[in-house]
């Protein structure tokens, strides 16, 4: 199984930026996908999720209303639309994924991927 994170970068606060999660090794239809993401010097933190079944989304308080979180079962691949960036939402984002939404938790996930670095400049 493999998770591959990509997209991250550079942009400025207020701007946008889309990152992504290719899948491979597992039935990607069949497991709910999450996104995390570690700030330098603190914990990884639970961002958003995905289901499986019907496709229903979960967010953070603290990118509720900017972040979009979407899958496209076809193309066994994640994304993380990232509008109005802060700078406090510099951290690397880390995907992952669990045969339930109730496991996308720090910890409790299946598989991970690598992550990809995000940094948002004022």
């Known amino acids: 199984v493999q998770l591959q994170a990509f997209g991250g970068g550079l942009v400025q606060a207020g701007g946008s930026l889309r990152v992504s999660c290719a899948v491979s090794?597992?039935?990607?239809?069949?497991?709910?996908m999450g996104w995390f993401r570690q700030a330098p010097g603190k914990e990884r933190v639970f961002v958003a999720a995905?289901?499986?079944?019907?496709?229903?989304?979960y967010y953070a308080d603290s990118v509720k209303g900017r972040f979009t979180i979407s899958r496209d079962n076809a193309k066994n691949t994640a994304y993380l639309q990232m509008n109005s960036l802060k700078p406090e939402d510099t951290a690397v984002y880390y995907c992952?994924?669990?045969?339930?939404?109730?496991?996308?938790?720090?910890?409790?996930?299946?598989?991970w991927g690598q992550g990809t670095l995000v940094t948002v400049s004022s």
């Open positions: 090794g597992l039935t990607f239809s069949r497991y709910a």
């Open positions: 992952a994924a669990a045969a339930s939404v109730s496991k996308i938790r720090v910890g409790m996930c299946d598989y």
């Open positions: 995905i289901t499986w079944t019907d496709g229903s989304a």
